[in-house]
């Protein structure tokens, strides 16, 4: 099987590189990035210099006949046009932008600033979360990688609200980000003098991963429920946990029950007997989770780690990968090592 990583240069590119660069049974015949176009992966990135993918050679273009399998790495508004050309050549896809992640297309031109143009294909595309959709991405040809924040979120939520023990029809979330998560385009707040030793909170009224996680909200309870939602920049290089509440009239033992029963045979599901640390999620696919209730308030307080690069991307990538093209969906994910990772 012959891949392509479109956009293989930003932070999620370089992470799918890394962890695809251990399967034994497939070539990656295709690496784009204009900014990098005729240079070798080991010129750009050394730490690569030892892989079998060292000499691959960065592509101006993509080659939508040449691979059988396209991951894109790639902003929203290319990738709803990239995806349907390689729809049309029978190509499966994995899109890690927002293109097709929400199946409202009036969410677009409100959160994103673009018409999507193609509604059809986003009722095909299957979300990427595979805790809660392995069936559909298995059957599909385009799945939509969730976002990072979404990722944290909905794995915090899934089991209480398939279970419809939220007693409003309301969540407040807040969450907190390693740098990464912006990219690697220069920005004035994500230099080193700028990030380190700060935090701050950012899009506190309107982020653009609000759409999302209400829409798969909507579509696992059968009614809206509104996300208050407010992220947060922290000064690290990778890694996020999401604290999320809503009110509940289980007790702390039911709702612990809850979860683990619902999460009993997930592979990347980790439970914790204390909140989670975004360290021991770093390089991995795993999801950690802490249950607990304030029993003063009445509110369930669920608490969620991952790799924002990992779960809350590319190794969350790979795992549809896995599902998609017939394979243990745990294939090299389970025993990944944190070692080559370039950004820790």
Known sequence: MKIAIVGASGYTGVELLRVLQLY??????QIISRQYTGKK???IFPHFSSSKLKDLIFSEETDIEASDFYFLCLPHEPSVELVKK???KNKKVVDLSAAYRIKNPAAYPEYYEFEHKYPDI????AYGLPEIYREQIRQADIVANPGCYPTATLLALYPAV????IAENNVVVNALSGISGAGRGLKQQFHY???FGNAYAYSPIKHRHIPEMEDVLKNIYGDSITVRFTPHILPVSRGMTSTVIYKTNLSKQQLVELYRLEYRYEPFIRFCDTPPQIKNVIGSNYCDIYVDKDEKTGQAVVITAIDNLGKGASTQAVQNFNL???RDEEYILKNLSDTSILFP
Do not use: H
Request: net charge negative; charged share 40%; glycine share 4%.
């Open 41 to 43: 992966l080991k010129e």
């Open 24 to 29: 034994p049974d497939i070539e990656i015949n």
């Open 162 to 165: 398939k279970e419809k023990v």
């Open 193 to 195: 003098p700028e990030a």
């Open 86 to 88: 390689l729809l049309e």
């Open 122 to 125: 986003l009722l095909k595309a």
């Open 324 to 326: 998609m093209t017939g």
